[in-house]
């Protein structure tokens, strides 16, 4: 059997291309579909999953996205292999309309074989969190920010382009099965391994038309998406609690409050948009007191990638109960550096815990940075997996600021 394409038959690379890819979509499919149950039942559950359920569900949405990304590259060896070879004649051209519709159906499979994994590979790549990619070349992609916006814009891109996949997929196999048992033609036995005795395909030429055809089925589903709302972000929403300025000796004039926890080994950063510093302090000229920090955070400015929803869920931040965080410390200079020495309360729990920080004074400007590590079963944060099969303990918790002394 040769290798390449001819007028009338397919070569055996085409033929491979195409089984591969139908094997890859059929596993796929499913995977997506049971993982997206599985995971809608982990983060809106009204009780607290447990690490088995969890596991399940992270470990069923990687291998979906892992053939996913697999399908995205046999899909471009596939499209640019077509490109190089001579395109079979349809054995039923001499039937417009016929011949129209499948060439249409064709250039929508070829297009959503790219759009479908890519935009799923775009919306993991600009989130965080939940079921990485099974492959050791990392989880980002370059250019993509790790963006809320981004990830829902894409996120429903996929849902829709997989649709146009599904619906052209039905319309491909009905076509075909209609060529075999109602024609009774060569067209879906030139495309089974072996050779095939099929006729020479009528003489034909091939237009763009199927393709733009394509295309504006492609802008419909887009404009549809657009027009009910499903393409607007959902982001800039005010939080749950919004906390109010203070009156501070050092105005905080921009910084960063994040948290990076560990997810099934793997990490996952978020940072908290709304929280407020009233801050004294006057450089001693010997270690000892050098002033004091209240800092107050509302828990629902967390952004959190995909597992943000959890978060804030009873068995974690609890928002509902606990709306706010507070750290309130005095600080001291040491010999080497700076510490925040006083009680961290979360949920209802309070601890002594010890910050320790870097210091940058110039003049009336002050810029600070500091990591802390804590152990997240100590505020009884996510206490249904005592383990750390799926949920580390360890939380890191890191702030940087720039303060101005008021005049």
């Keep these: 059997m040769q290798s390449t394409n001819s007028f009338s038959s397919y070569g055996s690379i085409a033929k491979t291309f195409h089984w591969l890819t139908a094997l890859l979509i059929f596993t796929a499919l499913p995977l997506g579909w049971v993982a997206d149950n599985l995971a809608h039942a982990v983060l809106h559950s009204a009780t607290a999953p447990t690490e088995l359920e969890i596991a399940r569900a992270a470990r069923v949405f990687s291998l979906h996205k892992t053939v996913g990304v697999t399908v995205f590259f046999v899909a471009l060896a596939r499209i640019l292999w077509a490109f190089t070879q001579t395109k079979p004649g349809l054995l039923n051209a001499d039937n417009k309309p016929e011949a129209f519709a499948a ?9 959503s074989l790219v759009l479908v994994p890519l935009t799923g590979w ?9 079921a990485p990619i099974l492959w050791p070349f990392g989880q980002n992609l370059p250019f993509v920010p790790k963006s809320t916006a981004v990830a829902e814009v894409t996120g429903v891109l996929h849902w829709l382009f997989m649709w146009v996949l599904v619906v052209s997929l039905v319309l491909h196999v009905a076509g075909a099965l209609k060529h075999h048992i109602v024609d009774k033609d060569g067209t879906l036995r030139r495309m089974l391994p072996g050779l095939s005795d099929v006729p020479e395909p009528p003489h034909q030429t091939h237009s763009l038309i199927p393709a733009v055809a394509a295309l504006v089925v492609w802008g419909v589903v887009v404009t549809g998406g657009w ?17 109010t300025e203070v009156q501070s000796e050092w105005q905080v004039q921009n910084g960063t409050l994040s948290i990076t926890i560990s997810q099934l080994n ?59 965080a507070q750290f309130k410390a005095d600080l001291y200079k040491t010999e080497n550096r700076y510490e925040a020495r006083g009680p961290l309360t979360i949920r209802d729990k309070s601890i002594d815990v010890v910050l320790p920080f870097s210091l940058d004074l110039q003049g009336d400007t002050a810029t600070m940075a500091g990591t802390i590590e804590l152990n997240r079963l100590e505020f009884d944060v996510g206490t249904s997996q005592p383990t750390e099969d799926s949920l580390g303990f360890t939380v890191a918790v890191s702030v940087e600021l720039t303060a101005a002394r008021g005049q």
């Design 103 to 111: 060439e249409t159906v064709h250039w929508l499979l070829y297009g």
């Design 122 to 130: 775009i919306h993991h790549a600009a989130t965080e969190g939940f």
């Design 227 to 243: 027009a009910t709302g499903k393409l607007t972000p959902n982001v800039g929403e005010a939080p749950d609690v919004q906390l």
């Design 266 to 324: 793997s990490p996952v950063t978020g940072s908290f948009s709304d929280w407020t510093a009233a801050i004294t302090f006057d450089e001693p000229t010997e270690p000892g007191p050098a002033g004091s920090v209240d800092v107050t955070i509302a828990i629902s400015s967390l952004s959190l990638g995909t597992v943000t929803d959890q978060a804030m869920g009873p068995d974690f931040f609890d928002n509902a109960r606990f709306p706010t």
